[in-house]
Structures are given as structure tokens and as C-alpha cells.
């Protein structure tokens, strides 16, 4: 659902952008939802329109950085 809907895309784009830059990775979900998402965007599955590049460039920053617990990436977000 999140790879068809653009604005939620951008959302959750930013979300991954501020918890890479404050923590310096991603929770174990985040980075299966980024590995699913860059299959979706090669892939050309229909209805799912790829996004712009600045969005693909974030996710796949995210999908190879390292994974990270909950806590910590919490406790760097404040």
C-alpha cells in the first residue's frame, strides 16, 4: 500500500531520512519494508508508479544501513 500512495511514500521517505541521520540506521521492519519497496520499484509491478529519484536514493540508504533496535533509534530521536 505505501509503494502506491505517493504522499505517504514522501512521509515515510522523511521518517527514514531523520532516523538514519539521528540514529544512524533503521529497525528490522523498516529495513524489510525498504527491501520490499526497492523490489516493487525495479520490478515495474503495476500500479505502483516509481517515485522520484530523492525518494528511491533514501530507501536505498536505508535498506543498506545497519539495523538497529527500537530503543536505540527512540532514544536518538530525542
Known amino acids: 500500500m505505501l509503494a502506491r500512495d505517493q504522499e505517504s511514500m514522501k ?3 522523511a521518517k527514514l531520512k531523520a532516523d ?4 544512524g540506521g533503521t529497525t528490522a521492519w523498516d529495513h524489510e519494508a525498504c527491501a520490499n519497496l526497492v523490489t516493487f520499484f525495479a ?3 503495476p500500479g505502483v508508479k516509481r517515485p522520484k529519484e530523492k ?3 533514501i530507501v536505498n540508504e ?3 544501513s545497519p539495523v538497529k533496535s527500537l530503543q536505540d533509534i527512540a532514544a536518538a530521536r530525542k
Not at 538514519?20 to 540514529?23: E, F, G, S, T
Open 55 to 57: 525518494i528511491v536514493k
Open 20 to 23: 538514519l541521520k539521528a540514529a
Open 11 to 13: 512521509k515515510y521517505a
Open 62 to 64: 536505508a535498506l543498506l
Open 43 to 45: 520490478g515495474g509491478v
